[in-house]
């Protein structure tokens, strides 16, 4: 079966092995290559790399409106598109090109999360289960009807970048099982998405980082938790700026002003939030590396 795989991020790079196991990938279409690091130098993403490393021809169109870039995909005489993570919204016009259209893995329960950022909106939300769909593509935003999935829990302190791993793998999986039943010639019954229980994951945006302790601690600790490692919370406490990389609420009843430090030991930092308290255990200083709240009230004894 021929497969033209697009993809960009870490996330897809397991659907492209996945992908290239037993079929053979005649192209990858990823983002143009971006600067990135100190030097801003154009870096290319991810899954370029897998691509090269596995001689798989790459283009990188900055998007599909004319008609040279559909050509150039025609001519590839696909028998599928694969597409995880892409981001670029493909035209009606393209999705026609493949023999079997075109299949998206989606780290959600959908309609559940449609959009950018499934994986960190779940656990914003407090969402106690998450999971992998794979889905035949239509125009609309992650509209289209679902052919396989599968679900997990998420743990109760797990991060934003523990689930994206774990769904990572998951997607490659239940992408393996489609191409499995494609290659047997059996075509997974499409299951449209219910109309109930749509949301939207929109980007994550850097300014959502700072914390506000007027919120609940359980508001607050899931952020701490989604945010990490991109775009990670951040807060002010006794007067210093802090990045959180791991917080728990405590179902605990204070008459102090919200964003007060409450206690300081080695268990955290207790700051309290307009209902309860969120207890920092392991934070960051400007320009320094994650460490515990022991390690930092080392430098801060005036806290203890």
């Given at each position: 079966m021929r497969i033209v795989f697009a993809g960009t991020p870490d996330f897809a790079v397991p659907c492209l092995r996945a992908a290239a196991q037993r079929n053979e990938v005649v192209a990858v279409y990823t983002q143009p290559d971006r600067p990135a690091g100190r030097g801003r130098g154009l870096t290319p993403s991810p899954v370029k790399r897998e691509a090269l490393l596995r001689g798989i021809e790459v283009f990188q169109p900055e998007n599909f409106k004319s008609a040279v870039s559909k050509d150039a995909l025609r001519a590839l005489k696909p028998?599928?598109?694969?597409?995880?993570?892409?981001?670029?919204?493909?035209?009606?016009?393209?999705?026609?090109?493949?023999?079997?259209?075109?299949?998206?893995?989606?780290?959600?329960?959908l309609p559940r999360w449609r959009g950018a950022a499934p994986i960190q909106r779940a656990i914003e939300a407090g969402d106690r289960e998450s999971g992998v769909c794979l889905m035949q593509m239509e125009k609309g935003l992650d509209t289209g009807p679902v052919l396989l999935s599968q679900s997990l829990q998420i743990g109760e302190q797990e991060t934003g970048g523990q689930l994206h791993d774990r769904?990572?793998?998951?997607?490659?999986?239940?992408?393996?099982?489609?191409?499995?039943?494609?290659?047997?010639d059996i075509r997974p019954l499409p299951q449209p998405q219910p109309e109930e229980g749509v949301t939207y994951a929109h980007k994550?945006?850097?300014?959502?980082?700072?914390?506000?302790?007027?919120?609940?601690?359980?508001?607050?600790?899931?952020?701490?938790?989604?945010?990490?490692?991109?775009?990670?919370?951040?807060?002010?406490?006794?007067?210093?700026?802090?990045?959180?990389?791991?917080?728990?609420?405590?179902?605990?009843?204070?008459?102090?002003?919200?964003?007060?430090?409450?206690?300081?030991?080695?268990?955290?930092?207790?700051?309290?939030?307009?209902?309860?308290?969120?207890?920092?255990?392991?934070?960051?200083?400007?320009?320094?590396?994650?460490?515990?709240?022991?390690?930092?009230?080392?430098?801060?004894?005036?806290?203890?």
């Open positions: 028998d599928l598109m694969v597409v995880v993570a892409y981001g670029l919204i493909l035209p009606q016009s393209v999705l026609d090109i493949p023999t079997y259209g075109c299949w998206n893995v989606h780290a959600s329960l769904l990572s793998a998951l997607g490659a999986q239940v992408l393996a099982d489609g191409l499995g039943l494609l290659r047997a994550l945006d850097k300014a959502e980082a700072r914390l506000d302790w007027s919120r609940p601690a359980t508001v607050l600790a899931n952020k701490v938790r989604a945010f990490n490692p991109w775009p990670m919370a951040e807060a002010v406490v006794a007067g210093e700026r802090l990045r959180l990389h791991g917080a728990v609420a405590l179902d605990e009843v204070h008459g102090a002003e919200p964003g007060s430090l409450l206690r300081a030991g080695r268990d955290g930092l207790d700051v309290a939030c307009a209902t309860g308290v969120l207890r920092i255990r392991v934070l960051q200083r400007d320009g320094g590396k994650a460490i515990t709240a022991a390690d930092y009230l080392n430098g801060r004894p005036d806290l203890r």
